[in-house]
C-alpha cells in the first residue's frame, strides 16, 4: 500500500510541532526474512551484496524533478544495494523496510536516486570511517536537548555520549565523559543546563531551524570556537522539523507556493551549507564526521494528527490547505538531505522509516504504517518528542552508524 501523497504531508508535519527525528523497531508483524532485529535497528541479511557510488562534490539544490548534487560515479561493492528474486536491484526502502509493515508501505522518499551507502545495520547510510574521535558536539533541536516528562539519563543524547565514552577512549586513558550536569535541561532557555562537559558539547536548542545553524545563528558559532577546531570531531544533529512546522504555519496562514517552495528550498540550502562548512577540511584540519537525521512523525502514516490525544495544544487543530503540494515539498526535503549525506560524505539515519507504526495509531491494522499486534509507542504525551523507548531506538541508530 502507498501512503498518499496529501495523507503523508499532513502527517509529516503534523510531526514537527517543536521538532523530528529515528529507524528500525522490531517487526510484530509481516516477512522478516530480509533481515533480522537487534536493539530496535533491523540489520541486512549477511548475504546481501553492496555497491556505491561516489559523489564527485555538493552540488545545487534543485526543485523537485531533478537530483541535487552529482551523485553518479563509479560503482565498487562496498555499499548496500540488494538483489531481488528477479535478479534485479532492490531499492533501500524494500532493503531495510520491506518486512517490517504489515500493510507494506511506501514512505514517499526515493533515497535510491542518490546511490548512497547504506550500512548493514540499516540505522542509515555508511560514508563515513568514524575513529580516534577527540570531541562530540550535539547541535540542533528538542529532540536532541531532551524534553520532561523523559529523565535526562534516558535522553538519546546523554545515552549516546556515555556510549561514545566507551567507544573512544583517549591513549592515555581518559574517556571523553560526559557529567551529569551536561545532560540536564535548562527549561528557562531550551538548551542543556552546561553547554561543555569534558569533551561534549551542545548547542541544541528546543524550537531551533536550519537558520540556527550558521552565522548569525548561534549553534556553529558558539560550539566551535577556533581553538576546538584541531580536534578530530563527530557532530550529531536532528534539524528540519521546526522549518516544517513554519512552512504549515505559513501555508495556513495564506502563503502562495512559490513563497512555501523557497521557504523550504532555503532550509534545505542552509542545512546543506551547515554540513558542508562542519565537512571542510579547511575548518578540521584533523578530521570531522557527521550524523544527521531525517524527519519523523506521529500518525504512522495516517496522517490522523488528532489521534493524540493533545494535538490541539501543540498546534495541530486546523486544516492545512492543499496538503498535496506540502507533501511533495517534505517529501522532496527528505530526499534532499539524503542528497547532503552523498555529497558530503556524511551520514543521515533513518527516523522516519523508524518510527512509522510506533505512534498513535500503532494498533490500528489500517494504517499504512501497523506492524502488529501490540507495538509498542515511542512517542510522548506531548505527541511531537520520542518517550524512553525513542530514545533508546535513537540511540541504538546513531551508535550503529559510528560503529560501522
Not at 560503482?75 to 531495510?96: R, V
Not at 560526559?178 to 561543555?196: I, P, Q
Not at 511531537?384 to 535513537?394: E, K, L, M, S, V
Request: a negative charge; one cysteine or more.
Amino acid at each position: 500500500m502507498r501512503i498518499s501523497s496529501s495523507i503523508l504531508g499532513v502527517a509529516l508535519l503534523g510531526a514537527c510541532g517543536d521538532d523530528s527525528t529515528a529507524l528500525g523497531g522490531s517487526s510484530t508483524g509481516g516477512d522478516t526474512s530480509s533481515g533480522s532485529t537487534t536493539g530496535g535497528v533491523t540489520t541486512l541479511p549477511a548475504t546481501t551484496t553492496v555497491t556505491t557510488a561516489s559523489a564527485t562534490g555538493p552540488g545545487d539544490t534543485t526543485a523537485p524533478g531533478d537530483t541535487s548534487g552529482d551523485s553518479g560515479g563509479s560503482s565498487t561493492s562496498s555499499g548496500s544495494s540488494s538483489t531481488d528474486d528477479g535478479g534485479g536491484e532492490t531499492g533501500i526502502f524494500e532493503q531495510c523496510f520491506g518486512g517490517a509493515f504489515v500493510n507494506d508501505p511506501n514512505l514517499g522518499p526515493d533515497y535510491d536516486q542518490f546511490s548512497p551507502t547504506i550500512g548493514t545495520h540499516c540505522a542509515g547510510t555508511n560514508h563515513q570511517d568514524i575513529a580516534d574521535i577527540e570531541r562530540v558536539v550535539f547541535l540542533g533541536d528538542s529532540v536532541t536537548v531532551g524534553t520532561p516528562p523523559t529523565m535526562a539519563v534516558d535522553f538519546y543524547r546523554s545515552q549516546v555520549a556515555d556510549g561514545l565514552a566507551d567507544t573512544f577512549a583517549l591513549p592515555w586513558g581518559e574517556g571523553l565523559e560526559a557529567e551529569v550536569v551536561w545532560k540536564l535541561v535548562d527549561f528557562l532557555n531550551g538548551v542543556s543546563l552546561a553547554r561543555d562537559s569534558g569533551a561534549f558539547s551542545s548547542c541544541a536548542k528546543w524550537g531551533a531551524r536550519t537558520d540556527d545553524l550558521l552565522a548569525p545563528g548561534p549553534q556553529l558559532e558558539d560550539c566551535f570556537p577556533p581553538e576546538t577546531r584541531e580536534l578530530r570531531t563527530l557532530v550529531v544533529m536532528t534539524m528540519g522539523g521546526n522549518d516544517l512546522n513554519s512552512l504549515t504555519q505559513d501555508a495556513i496562514g495564506g502563503a502562495t507556493d512559490e513563497a512555501l517552495w523557497a521557504e523550504i528550498m532555503q532550509a534545505v540550502d542552509l542545512q546543506r551549507a551547515a554540513v558542508e562548512w562542519l565537512k571542510d577540511p579547511e575548518n578540521f584540519p584533523n578530521g570531522s564526521f557527521v550524523v544527521f537525521a531525517n524527519i519523523y512523525e506521529f500518525t504512522d502514516g495516517t496522517g490522523e494528527v488528532e489521534s493524540c490525544d493533545v494535538s490541539g495544544l501543540a498546534g495541530f487543530d486546523q486544516p492545512i490547505p492543499s496538503p498535496d503540494t506540502l507533501a511533495e515539498m517534505v517529501v522532496w526535503a527528505n530526499e534532499q538531505f539524503m542528497s547532503i549525506a552523498v555529497d558530503t560524505d556524511s551520514d543521515m539515519i533513518f527516523l522516519l522509516e523508524a518510527f512509522c507504526g510506533h505512534g498513535f495509531n500503532a494498533d490500528d491494522p489500517t494504517a499504512p504504517c501497523y506492524r502488529g499486534p501490540g507495538t509498542e509507542r515511542w512517542f510522548d504525551l506531548t505527541c511531537i518528542h520520542p518517550n524512553p523507548t525513542g530514545h533508546d531506538q535513537i540511540t541504538d541508530m546513531v551508535l550503529s552508524v559510528v560503529a560501522e
